[in-house]
T-cell receptor, first 110, second 112 residues
Framework: NAGVTQTPKFRILKIGQSMTLQCTQD?????MYWYRQDPGMGLKLIYY???????DKGEVPNGYNVSRSTTEDFPLRLELAAPSQTSVYFC?????????FGPGTRLLVL | RKEVEQDPGPFNVPEGATVAFNCTYSNSASQSFFWYRQDCRKEPKLLMSVYSSGNEDGRFTAQLNRASQYISLLIRDSKLSDSATYLCVVNPGEDSNYQLIWGAGTKLIIKP
């Protein structure tokens, strides 16, 4: 079992560029989440999904989009990167309350 | 007031000592509570759930005080490997779709 995998591990973007952060889980969890973590701050929920085809906004969705076409995959799309999106992005999945995280993607927007 | 508040630390503690930290939460209707551990530049991992009666897992003890709306984590006989950031996490309610509320974490440094 790989658990939750995320790619890439690290990326530098220029302002205005777009990219997709990939997230895959092999635990057959219905719930999936995208968080961002800024230095000294708690995790902030960007988007979440309760199952394939269903997504909803979290606390900080502006500037991001998601899709959930399969149970396994939950990609996060940044359309027009801004310096404020410099952060560490974590994907997580859960069956109930316990969330299992991927290793994170460090994104730097310059 | 933040929904989940923690002392950011760092707590600098000698190896073998006992250390405790608290976390307060603002929503009195919160359903369940957790401590996660996050090592430097790594992902959070569940350390333990916190039950109303309190629970213990080896050297770790977690307690919940609903009246005062705080949870605590006690670490006995601390090890160098306990150095990490400890995240307090709250499930606000049954219809939350498991949208957990995360504290910013308490940093613990165990010194030899």
């Amino acid at each position: 079992n790989a658990g939750v995998t995320q790619t890439p591990k690290f990326r530098i973007l220029k302002i205005g560029q777009s990219m997709t952060l990939q997230c895959t889980q092999d635990m057959n969890h219905n719930y999936m989440y995208w968080y961002r973590q800024d230095p000294g701050m708690g995790l902030k929920l960007i988007y979440y999904s309760v199952g394939a085809g269903i997504t909803d906004k979290g606390e900080v969705p502006n500037g991001y989009n998601v899709s959930r076409s399969t149970t396994e995959d939950f990609p996060l799309r940044l359309e027009l990167a801004a310096p404020s999106q410099t952060s560490v992005y974590f994907c997580a999945s859960s069956y109930h309350e316990t969330q299992y995280f991927g290793p994170g993607t460090r994104l730097l927007v310059l | 007031r933040k929904e989940v508040e923690q002392d950011p630390g760092p707590f600098n503690v000698p190896e073998g000592a006992t250390v405790a930290f608290n976390c307060t939460y603002s929503n009195s209707a919160s359903q369940s509570f957790f401590w996660y551990r996050q090592d430097c530049r790594k992902e959070p991992k569940l350390l333990m759930s916190v039950y109303s009666s309190g629970n213990e897992d080896g050297r770790f003890t977690a307690q919940l005080n609903r009246a005062s709306q705080y949870i605590s984590l006690l670490i006995r006989d601390s090890k160098l490997s306990d150095s990490a950031t400890y995240l307090c996490v709250v499930n606000p309610g049954e219809d939350s779709n498991y949208q957990l509320i995360w504290g910013a974490g308490t940093k613990l440094i165990i010194k030899p």
